[in-house]
């Protein structure tokens, strides 16, 4: 059954991913609680949606009544305080799997009886979320692309329990957010990061052997490619802890050594350089996540 109008929607995780998702769900018209593990968060979240909101103003992208009116309706909230109040929970936390697990027996015990659980997973078992649940049959993958507000496709990921009712009230709800669907069984990296990330994970092998610079590995995969991000550039843009966290996923899971991490990536996460988000990765940004250079 699609979601009616007024549904509230909780989006748990204020981070860029959540921002984002409860971004495009506020413009659409839904009422979402923007839920952290404290509120604090989960306030930071809403004021980085509203310098988002303020840039398409200011880019006349959007009316302004209309981004104060998006704005109205995300609503701050602590995780387990948004639970009982929703019709629909996205889970949109970090790629850790306990972590993950966690949330979900949390939002099962809270949520009413028919709530749909989803999460923004981009790697991590739906089966196995649902496991953690009593209501398997209503937990499914909604795995928004980055950077939500602008990327026009929704992977929709069905695990084995995920029911036929499910599905279709998340393909609804995806078209009503104007967003393109692909449907992904439950499978390590679902569709899109069992071939993005060894995509990415290779260039960190060619830049680390010395096969080539960061910009010319980048400028070869926007010219030679057609790519609109070269793969350092785009991997800055998701974080590489991100990145690095998938990798792990589809080597443990797959069993496969072609998918092991390279080093490099490892070490830029060891240090803290995890992209945009932290001002370095493979590339040194200011506060506005201008590139200003390359990482020495």
Request: hydrophobic share 45%; with cysteine.
């Amino acid at each position: 059954m699609p979601l009616l109008d007024n549904a509230v929607v909780s989006v748990v995780g204020a981070g860029q991913m959540g921002a984002g998702i409860a971004q495009v769900l506020a413009q659409f018209g839904y009422s979402v609680l923007l839920a952290d593990l404290s509120i604090a968060r989960a306030e930071a979240g809403k004021a980085g949606i509203a310098r988002a909101l303020a840039r398409l103003v200011d880019k006349g992208k959007l009316e302004p009544l209309l981004s104060q009116s998006a704005l109205g309706r995300i609503t701050p909230i602590s995780a387990e305080n948004s639970y009982p109040r929703c019709d629909l929970m996205i889970e949109a936390a970090s790629e850790n799997r306990e972590l993950k697990f966690s949330l979900f027996k949390q939002a099962d015990v809270l949520c009413r009886p028919g709530v749909i659980l989803a999460s923004n997973t981009s790697s991590i078992s739906i089966t196995a979320l649902a496991g953690q649940t009593r209501r398997p049959e209503r937990v499914i993958g909604m795995h928004f692309m980055n950077p939500v507000p602008v990327m026009k496709l929704i992977e929709v990921v069905r695990g084995l329990q995920t029911s036929d009712e499910t599905v279709a009230t998340i393909r609804a709800l995806g078209e009503r957010l104007n967003r393109q669907l692909v449907m992904s069984q439950d499978r390590p990296g679902f569709l899109i990061n069992r071939i993005l990330i060894p995509f990415l994970n290779e260039a960190c092998f060619a830049l680390e052997e010395g096969t080539g610079s960061a910009e010319d590995i980048d400028r070869g995969a926007k010219l030679g490619l057609n790519h609109p991000l070269g793969p350092f550039e785009l991997a800055d843009l998701i974080g590489l802890d991100t990145v690095l966290s998938i990798a792990q996923v589809l080597e443990q899971d797959l069993g496969d050594p072609k998918y092991r991490p390279a080093v490099l990536l490892k070490n830029l996460v060891a240090a803290g350089w995890l992209g945009k988000k932290s001002g370095r990765g493979f590339y040194v940004y200011d506060e506005q996540g201008k590139k200003l250079g390359r990482t020495p």
